[in-house]
């Protein structure tokens, strides 16, 4: 069983910055397709970033294009995602998914194993 832990989240004003990170515990990620996706109160999980084992491919939800970036360091055994420009609708808990695939996976059916979630508040 691999269970993936989140970390970085908090409370951040709008126009700020926060910086996510995802482990996984007792396994190397760098077979390892990753995504992050959030869920606010009431709505359904939605996707927000992925990326392939290698970080050479990477995929973003429009909502987040352009302020959002997804990357991996293998030797670290980390994947980020590093969220600028934060605006109130990005206040959701934040949950990274893995999955040993060579590929993107943007769909929450995807993944094998989940973390946590980490909150993430977007004060206006």
């Known amino acids: 069983q691999v269970q993936l832990v989140e970390s970085g989240g908090g409370l951040v004003q709008a126009g700020g910055s926060l910086r996510l990170s995802c482990s996984p515990s007792?396994?190397?990620?760098?077979?390892?397709?990753v995504g992050w996706f959030r869920q606010a109160p009431g709505k359904d999980r939605d996707f927000v970033a992925a990326?392939?084992?290698?970080?050479?491919?990477?995929s973003y939800a429009d909502s987040v294009k352009g302020r959002f970036t997804i990357s991996r360091d293998n030797a670290k055994n980390t994947v980020y995602l590093q969220m600028n420009t934060l605006k109130p609708e990005d206040t959701a808990v934040y949950y990274c998914?893995?999955?040993?695939?060579?590929?993107?996976?943007?769909?929450?059916?995807?993944?094998?194993?989940w973390g946590q979630g980490t909150q993430v508040t977007v004060s206006s």
């Open positions: 007792g396994r190397t990620f760098s077979t390892y397709a």
């Open positions: 998914a893995g999955r040993p695939s060579t590929v993107v996976i943007t769909t929450s059916s995807g993944y094998n194993y």
């Open positions: 990326i392939n084992w290698s970080g050479g491919s990477t």
